[in-house]
Nanobody
Framework: QVELVESGGGDVQPGGSLRLSCKVS??????VTWFRQAPGKEREGLAA??????????YYADSVKGRFTISRDNGKNTVYLQMNSLKPEDTAMYYC?????????????????WGQGTQVTVSS
């Protein structure tokens, strides 16, 4: 049974930090990507890690480059998203997805399995 479980969301003030976790089980994946979706907006690919190459290639959207960092603990089968310098516009539901994308890493239709999401709210 394939399962992706996100955790680590919450409420934080502008300028604060959060670390999201995505534990993957039951599935051999190539890429794990973090997405987010705010109300009324399209789902946005934020950061991806490709596990087939060493060192693992990392990809970031311009909107989070320099503020967010994706990493993984292979032993725990968990991918993290460290989010620093958070802004109110980062408020959204955050999802992780796993799959074998053949095209653009940030396209949501490239991924087979998704987690349930974890809410991040940035406000003062």
């Amino acid at each position: 049974q394939v399962e992706l479980v996100e955790s680590g969301g919450g409420d934080v003030q502008p300028g604060g930090s959060l670390r999201l976790s995505c534990k993957v089980s039951g599935y051999r994946y190539r890429t794990v990507t973090w997405f987010r979706q705010a109300p009324g907006k399209e789902r946005e690919g934020l950061a991806a890690i490709d596990t087939l190459e060493l060192p693992n290639p990392l990809y970031y959207a311009d909107s989070v480059k320099g503020r967010f960092t994706i990493s993984r603990d292979n032993g725990k089968n968990t991918v993290y998203l460290q989010m620093n310098s958070l802004k109110p516009e980062d408020t959204a539901m955050y999802y992780c997805a796993a799959g074998w994308p053949s095209g653009t890493w940030s396209r949501s239709d490239e991924y087979t399995y998704w987690g349930q999401g974890t809410q991040v709210t940035v406000s003062s």
